[in-house]
């Protein structure tokens, strides 16, 4: 029975690092994810009136929408759209 003490003990001493690590690398990512977002007001405010192009490409971005607006169409051998 001892042998079962001491193991659940480790497990339970490695379940709180692992607690305390996975904690520690969220607060990493919201930090890192503030920032960015931060980051990003700063380019739209400094670049709203000066740059309308920058400006609409930040907020496609934002959006989560593609910078790539061409359409992939299927042509056959005529270069008619099929």
Known sequence: MQGNQGMDDEMKEIREKYVLLKKKVKEVIERKK?????????KFSDNFRANIKLF??????????SENTNLDVI??????FV
């Open 56 to 65: 609409w490409k930040l907020v496609r971005k934002a959006r989560g929408k």
């Open 34 to 42: 503030k920032a960015l977002k931060d980051e990003y007001d700063r």
């Open 75 to 80: 042509r056959d051998e005529n270069s008619s």
